[in-house]
């Protein structure tokens, strides 16, 4: 019976989709944290598109343009980007777009 292979105290068994989906989870609920506390929400969701190579945001286009378009100085994005890869311990090789 299945209710005899787990006690009301045993959590779920691990495995790689439960790590991963909770991993997923954890970024999602961090990226949201950044935009909303930050003073300029539309350069901290650029940040985090940048940050996580989200391509379907970044839309092939450098920082260096998105810094102009947004009107701030390339280096107080990339800035921004770097924060959330270390406030989300993501690996900044992820920075990466296409052109």
């Known amino acids: 019976m299945i209710a005899d292979l787990h006690t009301a105290d045993d959590s779920p068994p691990s495995n790689d989709y439960r790590q991963?989906?909770?991993r997923g989870l954890e970024v999602i609920t961090k990226a949201t944290a950044f935009i909303?506390?930050?003073s300029s929400p539309t350069v901290s969701a650029y940040a985090v598109a940048y940050a996580l190579g989200i391509d379907?945001?970044?839309?092939?286009?450098?920082?260096t343009t998105r810094a102009q378009d947004l009107g701030v100085s390339v280096a107080g994005l990339s800035k921004r980007v770097k924060e959330f890869q270390k406030l989300a311990d993501v690996d900044p090789s992820a920075y990466s777009y296409r052109k």
């Open 56 to 63: 379907a945001v970044a839309e092939g286009v450098s920082l």
């Open 36 to 38: 909303c506390e930050s």
């Open 20 to 22: 991963a989906a909770q």
